[in-house]
C-alpha cells in the first residue's frame, strides 16, 4: 500500500471534514447524561457519511443518484432539524433543568446521518474526480482511510465536548449552539448550491 494516497486520502478527508467537528461537539453536548448517546451518534456519523462515499464512488463510475441540480437543496435537511430545535429551546427557554431545555433523549441516529450526509453534499463534488482518477485499487485505500477517519472524528468531537472549559460553554451556550449552527449549514448549502435562484 502506497503511503502517499494514505497521506493525501488522510488530507482530504481532514480539508472537507474540518466543520464537522464543531457539529460533532455540539451533538455530544446535546448527549451529555443520555444513556446510548455515544452510539448514536456514531452509528449515525457512520451511516451518513457512508452514504456520501456510495454517493460519491458511484459517481466516480459514471452513476449518480441525485442531479447536480438537487445537491443545494440538501440544504433543506439541516435547516429543518436547526429550525426545530430552535422550536425546541424556546419552548423549553424559562425551564430552570436542563433536561427540560434540551428537550429530547439526545440525538438520534437518522438526526445525526441527516446532517452528516446535508453538510457532506459538497464533499462529493470533490471526491468524485479524485476517486475517477484514482482507479479501483486507489479508490479502494481512499474509502478505507475516510471509513477509519470517521471514528478518529467521532472521537475528536467527543474529546473536544468533554473538555471542562469547552463543555461549560457547550452546556450553557449549546441549546442556542446547535440550532444556529443547523440553519447556518442549511443556509450555506442553499446559497452557495444556488437553490431557489439565491
Same mark, same amino acid.
Given at each position: 500500500?502506497?503511503?502517499?494516497?494514505?497521506? *493525501?486520502?488522510?488530507?482530504?478527508?481532514?480539508?472537507?471534514?474540518?466543520?464537522?467537528?464543531?457539529?460533532?461537539?455540539?451533538?455530544?453536548?446535546?448527549?451529555?447524561?443520555?444513556?446510548?448517546?455515544?452510539?448514536?451518534?456514531?452509528?449515525? *456519523?457512520?451511516?451518513?457519511?457512508?452514504?456520501?462515499?456510495?454517493?460519491?464512488?458511484?459517481?466516480?463510475?459514471?452513476?449518480?443518484?441525485?442531479?447536480?441540480?438537487?445537491?443545494?437543496?440538501?440544504?433543506?435537511?439541516?435547516?429543518?432539524?436547526?429550525?426545530?430545535?430552535?422550536?425546541?429551546?424556546?419552548?423549553?427557554?424559562?425551564?430552570?433543568?436542563?433536561?427540560?431545555?434540551?428537550?429530547?433523549?439526545?440525538?438520534?441516529?437518522?438526526?445525526?446521518?441527516?446532517?452528516?450526509?446535508?453538510?457532506?453534499?459538497?464533499?462529493?463534488?470533490?471526491?468524485?474526480?479524485?476517486?475517477?482518477?484514482?482507479?479501483?485499487?486507489?479508490?479502494?485505500?481512499?474509502?478505507?482511510?475516510?471509513?477509519?477517519?470517521?471514528?478518529?472524528?467521532?472521537?475528536?468531537?467527543?474529546?473536544?465536548?468533554?473538555?471542562?472549559?469547552?463543555?461549560?460553554?457547550?452546556?450553557?451556550?449549546?441549546?442556542?449552539?446547535?440550532?444556529?449552527?443547523?440553519?447556518?449549514?442549511?443556509?450555506?448549502?442553499?446559497?452557495?448550491?444556488?437553490?431557489?435562484?439565491?
Amino acid at each position: 500500500m502506497n503511503l502517499g494516497i494514505i497521506g *493525501q486520502a488522510a488530507g482530504l478527508f481532514a480539508v472537507t471534514n474540518i466543520d464537522d467537528l464543531l457539529v460533532l461537539a455540539l451533538f455530544f453536548a446535546q448527549g451529555a447524561g443520555h444513556r446510548g448517546s455515544t452510539r448514536n451518534i456514531a452509528i449515525g *456519523q457512520y451511516l451518513g457519511f457512508a452514504a456520501i462515499l456510495v454517493a460519491a464512488v458511484a459517481a466516480a463510475f459514471g452513476a449518480t443518484f441525485l442531479p447536480d441540480s438537487v445537491i443545494p437543496y440538501l440544504g433543506l435537511l439541516p435547516l429543518g432539524l436547526g429550525v426545530k430545535a430552535a422550536v425546541q429551546a424556546w419552548r423549553h427557554r424559562g425551564d430552570a433543568d436542563e433536561e427540560a431545555r434540551a428537550g429530547s433523549d439526545g440525538p438520534k441516529v437518522l438526526e445525526v446521518a441527516t446532517v452528516t450526509f446535508a453538510n457532506g453534499g459538497d464533499n462529493i463534488g470533490v471526491y468524485v474526480p479524485v476517486f475517477a482518477t484514482a482507479g479501483t485499487g486507489g479508490m479502494s485505500v481512499y474509502v478505507a482511510v475516510f471509513l477509519v477517519l470517521v471514528g478518529v472524528w467521532v472521537a475528536a468531537g467527543r474529546y473536544f465536548a468533554t473538555r471542562p472549559v469547552i463543555a461549560r460553554a457547550l452546556s450553557r451556550w449549546g441549546h442556542i449552539l446547535m440550532p444556529a449552527v443547523l440553519i447556518g449549514i442549511g443556509l450555506l448549502i442553499l446559497v452557495e448550491g444556488g437553490a431557489f435562484g439565491l
